[in-house]
C-alpha cells in the first residue's frame, strides 16, 4: 500500500508536468499556458510555481519550504530551503534528449550525506534507474517495460506495479512529455525521466478519470475506483493574452 500511495504522488506530480506540456503543446496555435498552482485536496498539500523569462520553472513553493531552479547548458541545479534553512540540493544532469540522465541530492551542506539516481534509456524510454546512497548500503535498481509508448510496468526488487492507459487520450505533453501522466512530478521537481505517449489510466488497478478546461488543457484529476470518486488534484493556470 505504501508504494501504491507513493506511486500515485509520484502521477500526480507527473500530471503537473504533463499538463505544462501539454499546455504548452495545445496553445502553440494560440497561446501559451503554464500551471501556477498544483492542489492535492486528499493532503492539503498546494504547491505554487513561478516560471523565469524563458518560460523555465525558476521556483516551487509549498508551505514554508522553497525550492529554486537555476539553468547552465545540460545541468540544473534544485536548492530547498525550509523556513529559511537550507533543506537540501540536487544536481542535475540532462542527456542529449533534455531528460535526466543523474540526479544526485546532497542533504546537508557538506554534500557527505548524499543520494544519487542514476537513469539509463532506449532513445526516450526510461530503462533502468540505480540509487546509490552515502551510507554505502546496496544499491537498489529498478527496471522499466515499455510497450507502444507507453510505460506499462516498473520492477523494484520483489515488488512490481504496473500501469494502463487510455489509449484515446495522447498524453498533452507529447514528446516533451510536460502534460504526460508522469508529469506533475516531474514539473515540481524540475526534471524528467517519462515520456509516454497516452494518459495514464491506472496504476496497480487504481483508476484516474480527468476533466478538462475549454481550452484543452487538465483542469483536474480524480480516483474513480471503487464506487466513490474523490478528486486527488487540481490545477491552476497562467495563459498569455
Not at 531528460?99 to 534509456?121: C, F, P, Q
Not at 540505480?130 to 515499455?146: E, F, H, R
Not at 501522466?181 to 516531474?186: A, D, E, I, R, S
Request: aromatic share 12%.
Amino acid at each position: 500500500m505504501k508504494t501504491l500511495t507513493i506511486l500515485i504522488t509520484a502521477f500526480l506530480l507527473l500530471i503537473v508536468t504533463i499538463i505544462f506540456a501539454g499546455c504548452k503543446k495545445y496553445n502553440d496555435q494560440k497561446k501559451t499556458c503554464r500551471i501556477t498552482t498544483a492542489d492535492f485536496p486528499l493532503t492539503g498539500a498546494v504547491y505554487k510555481l513561478s516560471y523565469n523569462s524563458n518560460g523555465q520553472l525558476s521556483s516551487v513553493t509549498i508551505g514554508d519550504t522553497v525550492t529554486t531552479y537555476t539553468y547552465a547548458a545540460n545541468t540544473i541545479i534544485a536548492t530547498s530551503f525550509a523556513s529559511g534553512k537550507f533543506s537540501r540540493k540536487s544536481i542535475i544532469t540532462l542527456n542529449a534528449e533534455g531528460m535526466a540522465s543523474n540526479v544526485r541530492t546532497e542533504i546537508d551542506l557538506t554534500g557527505n550525506n548524499w543520494h544519487n539516481k542514476a537513469y539509463e534509456y532506449n532513445g526516450t524510454e526510461l530503462i533502468k534507474s540505480t540509487l546509490t546512497l552515502s551510507a554505502g548500503t546496496t544499491s537498489i535498481v529498478a527496471t522499466y517495460t515499455w510497450l507502444n509508448g507507453n510505460m506499462v510496468s516498473v520492477i523494484s526488487g520483489s515488488v512490481t506495479n504496473t500501469f494502463d492507459y487510455y489509449p484515446d487520450k495522447v498524453s498533452q505533453g507529447g514528446p516533451a512529455f510536460n502534460q504526460s501522466p508522469f508529469l506533475v512530478y516531474q514539473l515540481i521537481q524540475g526534471y524528467e525521466i517519462y515520456r509516454t505517449k497516452n494518459l495514464l489510466k491506472s496504476i496497480d488497478g487504481e483508476t484516474f478519470a480527468y476533466d478538462f478546461r475549454p481550452d484543452g488543457n487538465i483542469s483536474s484529476v480524480r480516483n474513480i475506483s471503487g464506487n466513490a470518486s474523490s478528486t486527488i488534484v487540481k490545477y491552476q493556470y497562467q495563459c498569455e493574452k
